[in-house]
């Protein structure tokens, strides 16, 4: 029998931020046995992934050995690292392990999606450790932007690994634990075989800042606005929901939640005892009776999702609220690479009503919840890694990250979406590349991204769409002529005629000059016709359009 090994696969979340999902296996090569971690989800945008409503991770290469996985490990609730749970579980079909926090929103998960949550199961945190195959696992509390945010401690037959999934030093985070460096000092005892991590701010030279110490800016920003406040910032968020409710109380202000997301998230939180003391809330309905200067809302839709609070009050009205001139919206979030474009949208739409914007510039209303390069330093201290593997973060983060822990003396690898590691030696080795794409959530279909249906989307959206419809008879000749629609194409070409007239009037001369063998072949008369009529757009309008061609023969 082959020699076992202990093999480490990002699925995604490793060269990009989102999408978080991460493969460790063990045992002899393609025997392994196989455990997942977090299965998250990324957000399109009309640029690159139009008409897309999730993009979650390719799971085709775990799904073919299925029957070897020991089990799911779910981190913490947002997202990136949960949100494709509901979608892709029935295609696993294994056992899902998390704290009691992120085990009521993955039922909700799968309640969602008509599948039953029994597959769930919640473990105390460490000490506490669950054996899973050749792994023993257990779940050590860390600050983040979510309650019951956890770290992993994985033990394996090669030696202790740790991931430490979204965490930041934060000792006093208002709602959730504090990270414990004595915890993390025991932990690391033994020695560490690898330490994977987090590399989201690894870029942020300053050090990190606690939730406590955005309170009283806040609070000074709210008391001394003089119309209607509303604030946006993470829907799952809960401490900083908190924060912003206690300021907005504490200056003389009713608190309301626009969003459906931030209350299911606060409700959450009280149901499994991680929140018990959030300040009282009114409904939309009794808000809209008090005095705008009274008033604090509090909306979803910090990243500019269109859908959300946020950006139907932009729209101009949701829920009978509407902004005014004087009105102050605080964006106590920062803006997610590449949503940078939604955001700015909204704040000019505020802008134009007159409205008041505070965003994060000043760094005095938002504090992240990942780790600056300081704290990413101390974890690197206080764990002690034989090897350091970034994981969380586009490429230039990973890189920077493996360079930050090289220039401290740790031994550290880049290994990106796709790549297999060999983490069982005494030196990382890449074992095997697997193609992996990404998988759409397209309405209520899944497709590829081989199938090429976005790649469609997104040529129309730039060059048009042009449909032919041609009509033959019983001999194979033309009844009357082509008959052309276009979409997103000018009407009119440069020479002032229509360009539906000069299509048919093209289209028409190429297929009375069409031989036998093309009239009679459906396929070859869609590529002569498609061919002309692109031709026809690029001469006429400048433009190579998507075309569609509908032969209909009568018999």
């Given at each position: 029998?082959?020699?076992?090994?202990l093999?480490?696969?990002?699925?995604?979340?490793?060269?990009?931020?989102?999408?978080?999902?991460?493969?460790?296996?063990y045992?002899?090569?393609?025997k392994?046995?196989?455990?997942?971690v977090?299965?998250?989800?990324?957000?399109?945008?009309?640029?690159?992934?139009?008409?897309?409503?999730?993009?979650?991770?390719?799971?085709?290469?775990?799904?073919?050995?299925?029957?070897?996985?020991e089990?799911?490990?779910?981190?913490?609730?947002?997202?990136d690292?949960?949100g494709?749970?509901?979608?892709?579980?029935?295609?696993l079909?294994?056992?899902?392990?998390?704290?009691?926090?992120?085990a009521?929103?993955?039922?909700?998960?799968?309640?969602?999606?008509?599948l039953?949550?029994?597959?769930v199961?919640?473990?105390?945190?460490?000490?506490?450790?669950?054996?899973?195959?050749?792994?023993?696992?257990?779940?050590?509390p860390?600050?983040?932007?979510?309650?019951?945010?956890?770290?992993?401690?994985i033990?394996?037959?090669?030696?202790?690994?740790v991931?430490?999934?979204?965490?930041?030093?934060?000792?006093?985070?208002?709602?959730?634990?504090?990270?414990?460096?004595?915890?993390?000092?025991?932990?690391?005892?033994g020695g560490?075989?690898?330490?994977?991590?987090?590399?989201?701010?690894?870029?942020?030279?300053q050090?990190?800042?606690?939730?406590?110490?955005?309170?009283?800016?806040?609070?000074?920003?709210?008391?001394?606005?003089?119309?209607?406040?509303?604030?946006?910032?993470?829907g799952?968020?809960?401490?900083?929901?908190k924060?912003l409710?206690?300021a907005?109380?504490?200056?003389?202000?009713?608190?309301?939640?626009?969003?459906?997301?931030?209350?299911?998230m606060?409700?959450?939180?009280?149901?499994?005892?991680?929140?018990?003391?959030?300040?009282?809330?009114?409904?939309?309905?009794?808000?809209l009776?008090v005095p705008?200067?009274?008033?604090?809302?509090?909306?979803?839709?910090?990243?500019?999702?269109?859908?959300?609070?946020?950006?139907?009050?932009?729209?101009g009205?949701?829920?009978?609220?509407?902004?005014?001139?004087?009105?102050?919206?605080?964006?106590?979030?920062k803006?997610?690479?590449?949503?940078?474009k939604?955001?700015?949208?909204?704040?000019?739409?505020?802008?134009?009503?007159?409205v008041?914007?505070?965003?994060?510039?000043?760094?005095?209303?938002?504090?992240?919840?990942?780790?600056?390069?300081?704290?990413l330093?101390?974890?690197?201290k206080?764990?002690?890694?034989?090897?350091l593997?970034?994981?969380?973060?586009?490429?230039?983060?990973?890189?920077?990250?493996?360079?930050?822990?090289?220039?401290?003396?740790?031994?550290?690898f880049?290994?990106?979406?796709?790549?297999?590691?060999?983490?069982?030696?005494?030196?990382?080795k890449?074992?095997?590349?697997i193609?992996?794409?990404?998988?759409?959530?397209d309405?209520?279909s899944?497709?590829?991204?081989?199938e090429?249906?976005?790649?469609?989307?997104?040529?129309?959206a730039?060059?048009?769409?042009?449909?032919?419809?041609?009509?033959?008879?019983?001999?194979?000749?033309?009844?009357?002529?082509?008959?052309?629609?276009?979409?997103?194409?000018?009407?009119?070409?440069?020479?002032?005629?229509?360009?539906?007239?000069?299509?048919?009037?093209?289209?028409?001369?190429?297929?009375g000059?069409?031989?036998?063998?093309?009239?009679?072949?459906?396929?070859?008369?869609?590529?002569?016709?498609?061919?002309c009529?692109r031709?026809?757009?690029?001469?006429?309008?400048?433009?190579?359009?998507?075309?569609?061609?509908?032969?209909?023969?009568?018999?």
């Amino acid at each position: 029998m082959s020699e076992n090994h202990l093999i480490y696969l990002p699925l995604g979340g490793a060269g990009e931020i989102g999408l978080n999902s991460y493969i460790y296996g063990y045992g002899p090569p393609d025997k392994e046995r196989f455990i997942i971690v977090d299965l998250g989800v990324s957000f399109p945008d009309m640029e690159t992934t139009p008409g897309v409503d999730l993009i979650l991770p390719d799971i085709s290469w775990i799904k073919e050995r299925r029957d070897r996985i020991e089990g799911i490990l779910i981190t913490h609730a947002h997202e990136d690292h949960i949100g494709a749970l509901g979608h892709l579980w029935n295609e696993l079909r294994a056992p899902i392990y998390c704290r009691a926090f992120t085990a009521h929103i993955a039922r909700l998960k799968l309640n969602d999606a008509l599948l039953t949550d029994h597959s769930v199961h919640t473990l105390q945190p460490w000490p506490e450790m669950k054996k899973l195959g050749p792994f023993e696992v257990g779940f050590v509390p860390v600050s983040h932007s979510i309650p019951e945010s956890s770290s992993l401690v994985i033990d394996t037959p090669t030696g202790r690994l740790v991931h430490t999934g979204d965490f930041k030093i934060d000792e006093t985070p208002g709602v959730g634990e504090p990270f414990n460096r004595e915890v993390w000092r025991n932990i690391s005892k033994g020695g560490i075989k690898a330490l994977i991590c987090d590399s989201t701010n690894v870029f942020s030279k300053q050090e990190g800042r606690s939730e406590l110490s955005i309170g009283m800016p806040l609070q000074g920003l709210i008391e001394n606005a003089e119309r209607l406040v509303v604030a946006t910032t993470f829907g799952s968020n809960v401490a900083r929901l908190k924060t912003l409710a206690e300021a907005g109380v504490r200056s003389g202000r009713s608190v309301c939640i626009l969003g459906r997301a931030m209350r299911r998230m606060i409700d959450a939180s009280v149901e499994t005892g991680v929140l018990s003391d959030f300040p009282p809330l009114i409904s939309p309905e009794d808000a809209l009776q008090v005095p705008r200067e009274n008033l604090l809302i509090l909306a979803t839709g910090s990243q500019g999702e269109r859908r959300a609070a946020t950006a139907q009050l932009a729209n101009g009205k949701y829920r009978g609220f509407s902004l005014q001139e004087g009105d102050l919206f605080i964006f106590s979030s920062k803006t997610i690479p590449g949503n940078e474009k939604g955001v700015s949208r909204i704040i000019n739409q505020f802008s134009e009503m007159g409205v008041d914007v505070v965003d994060d510039e000043s760094g005095l209303y938002h504090v992240s919840g990942h780790a600056n390069r300081p704290d990413l330093e101390e974890m690197h201290k206080i764990i002690q890694p034989q090897f350091l593997i970034p994981m969380h973060g586009e490429h230039r983060h990973l890189r920077e990250h493996s360079k930050l822990a090289s220039q401290n003396g740790f031994s550290s690898f880049v290994c990106t979406n796709g790549n297999i590691l060999n983490i069982s030696a005494n030196e990382l080795k890449f074992v095997d590349k697997i193609e992996i794409g990404r998988l759409y959530l397209d309405g209520s279909s899944k497709i590829t991204s081989t199938e090429g249906i976005v790649r469609d989307r997104i040529r129309m959206a730039l060059n048009g769409l042009v449909v032919v419809t041609i009509l033959l008879d019983e001999n194979d000749d033309l009844v009357g002529e082509p008959w052309c629609e276009t979409r997103g194409l000018p009407s009119v070409t440069n020479s002032s005629a229509p360009l539906v007239d000069c299509l048919e009037e093209d289209l028409s001369q190429l297929i009375g000059r069409a031989g036998s063998d093309v009239m009679l072949d459906n396929g070859l008369l869609e590529e002569v016709v498609r061919r002309c009529a692109r031709q026809t757009c690029k001469s006429e309008v400048g433009k190579k359009p998507e075309v569609s061609v509908i032969v209909s023969r009568l018999v």
